[in-house]
């Protein structure tokens, strides 16, 4: 039997960041093994694995909420690490219903630091977000790590309150953790409630996208290939306790990225239709990376223009 240096536990791999994730680390790490832990909710799909026969890969059918399946899937891989991805993360659901935000995002968090505790793991990983930071003004300057935390949304609070018990359980327990947040990722497997597949299935079908208000909202992207590379660096590099943003490189209008889409697409601009707006719209994201591009040596290496025509063609041929 081979023995592998890491055995990593990827919650929530079955998902958009969480897959491109593992098609990218799996046959990069062949002495680490990988078992992808998802519930399998609406949002996650084991098509998006590219991977699944890999001989350092295993995929379990589980729920970071039930204490005992996570009590098994520990038993029965015995991890050193922890990567968590697994989160409910459309805002829009979180307005809805936000207890599964809080179940999932907070209770889900806290029962796998428990394990993390009990199993004196190498590393545990929380994957965050820009939108714990808050709304910010036109013209502010961006987010650094140390700023205040200000989450407007249900489910950006869920993810606040993950990340502080992440903290908690560093500064009580000496959990060895890290804390990434990352900006609005595209790119292949992303489900088609967000915004970029949305629109590139609604044009594709000449059907009209809603878009909120008046299309002003400001978001930071970042093609889903980099965060993962940001990912990684912190994984391996960062420090224990220490949190680093991975933003993107393009800060764009919801409305001006809306016209993008539809002049890529070759369909009318007409076919972008206001929508009453969101309860509590952000303003504006954007990420100050200046600190992981220093200690880790990273930085987004994908144009905008290069990712959305790498996008556009997946979800054509999807």
Known sequence: MQKFEKIILVTGGAGFIGSNFLNYAVPKYPRYRFVNVDALTYAADLGNIEVGNAANYVFEHADIRESEAMERVFKAHAPTDVIHFAAESHVDNSIAGPRVFVETNVLGTEILLEFARAYALKRFHYISTDEVYGSLALGARSSREDDTLKPNSPYSASK??????????????????????????????????????????????NEKAPLYGTGKNIRNWIYVLDHVEGIDAAFHKGKTGETYNLGGNTEMENIVLARTLAH??????????????????????????????????????TGFEEGLAKTIEFYKRS
């Open 160 to 205: 606040v309150g993950g990340e502080m018990l992440v903290r908690a359980y560093h500064e009580t327990f000496g959990v060895n953790t890290v804390v990434t947040r990352g900006s609005n990722n595209y790119g292949p497997h992303q489900h088609k409630e967000k915004f970029i597949p949305l629109f590139i299935a609604r044009f594709t079908a």
């Open 264 to 301: 890529e697409l070759g369909v009318s601009e007409g076919l972008i239709e206001p929508v009453t707006d969101r309860l509590g719209h952000d303003l504006r994201y954007s990420l100050d990376s200046s600190k992981t591009k220093k200690e880790l040596g990273w930085e987004p290496r």
